[in-house]
């Protein structure tokens, strides 16, 4: 007599609930990789990005994910029912729905801890997504087991459930980080994860007495009315916009009457630059001023110079020069379009006569063919999320092949003080292809902390012991070469970045470790 397997099919009767238990699957494996999308995202304002926060992230997810996976199999052998199923995914439901309030639960103690950035990271994802995980794991085992007691063809019940748990995650992936983040907000996206959740786990509860799922319901109410009236902050979201790239905030700076005079630009959990409103030539950032101080020093006639921008920000820079030298001209690359549109709507930035190309700066630099700069400046070191492509050989060998005979190359970098390795690095990088590299400093810390850094390159003629500030506020920056140079580790022991070698957050690993990281 043929069974179903012979046939090739499963009964008919159970078709429905096969496609929806699939259905299940696909779902809660697309929630599993939003919710790491989204983890990234959420922990930049507090923590930044970088490739130990994803290492973070992913390892704890996946450590979730296979806890999850053996819990859901043990379950499923004990006789475990579709009312089973129902249950996890309320919890999930719930656990999806305390992140929020966990988040600021774990950040205060964490901001003000001694933890390093590399044990904060970890601190925060695993307090925050491993429950969320592991509960989302069980659910594919369990629901493959109890599959397999209506299609007794193993096989195929095995892979279609294995099939649809990779296309969801696949589909999670792309969905959120083409379209979801930008377009709601990672706050909105982890309570309607929360929500998702809690519907499909409702058919899977409707064996149980009414007062179970209403239980559960009046158990998300009271949590969503508890956190609402003690105002709890994990429902704030920190960014006034996030976009693919960041999570943007504009702070308003006030002058010593109270008054609004500037705006600073913070990208993730960094201050990036600072607009004065009412003049675009009053640079308060330090080496945003001694980038422009250099430029005079080297260059007599700065109005007649071509510029290029690897990264706008808040383009302060790029606005002093406009406004001081109308003729100048002006190239900016910038990645991501929406940091540009709220330069221009909120930080005060005109961007007439300025040409602005939305790219990789490597990209946008090697892609340029009409003549050469006379400056190039890399502003795109943000914090310790370093693009290493901008660090390397390769690059500034770009850099000159697009400089003119007397041009300059100016860079910040975020390093440790004073043991600064990655600064030792990329200035012996720039020496493979500048004769004068050189890195500037305001008076140095007297004790270990992070600086931002500014390396100037030419080849034009070496820079004075210090620069003194001709415009704004009076400054004095020291060129502190030597001393970077035979301070802490021996610039012998640090290498020349290349691409196929730019070991970046090894060489700012004492921020990684280290307080200063946060």
Known sequence: MNTYADMGRAPAKFTGRLIWYGATVFITSAILLVLEIVAGRLLAPYIGVSLYT?????????????LGNWVGGVIADRGASE???GVILAIGALACFGILSLLMLVARPLQVSELSLLSASFVYV??????????????????????????????????????????GSIVGTFVTGYWLVQTIGTKNIVMGTSAVLACLAVPYLKTLRPRIPIAAGALLLFGALAFTTYKVQGFVNPCDRESNYYCLRVVDEHDFRGQVAARSLVLDHLSHSINVRSAPDDLWMSYVHAMDEMIHYHR????????????????????????????????VSEIDPMVTAVAKSELYFDSDDIRIIHGDARIALQSLEDGKFDVVVTDVY?????PYHLTTVEYHRLV???????????????DAFPDAMLVKSISKTLQTQFRYVDIWLEPTAEVPTRMTYLISATDRFPPPESLKSQNGEYRIWHRVTDYVHNTGTPVNSTPILRDDFAPVEKLVSTMIVGKAGL
């Open 54 to 66: 994803w290492t973070s992230i992913i390892g704890v997810i996946l450590a979730g994910l296979s």
């Open 83 to 85: 009312t089973t199923v």
């Open 126 to 167: 695993l307090s925050l997504f491993f429950l969320p995980a592991v509960l989302l794991g069980v659910v594919t085992p369990l629901l493959t087991t109890i599959a397999l007691k209506l299609d007794d063809r193993t096989g195929h019940v095995v892979g279609r459930m294995h099939a649809l748990a990779a296309l």
């Open 300 to 331: 007599s006639n700065p109005g007649s110079l071509r510029y290029f921008f690897a990264g706008g920000g808040a383009y302060t820079l790029p606005r002093a020069l406009r406004y001081r030298y109308p003729d100048a001209d002006i190239t």
């Open 382 to 386: 943000h914090d310790i999320a370093i």
């Open 400 to 414: 000159k092949s697009r400089l003119e005979t007397e041009g300059m190359h100016l860079m910040n970098v975020v």
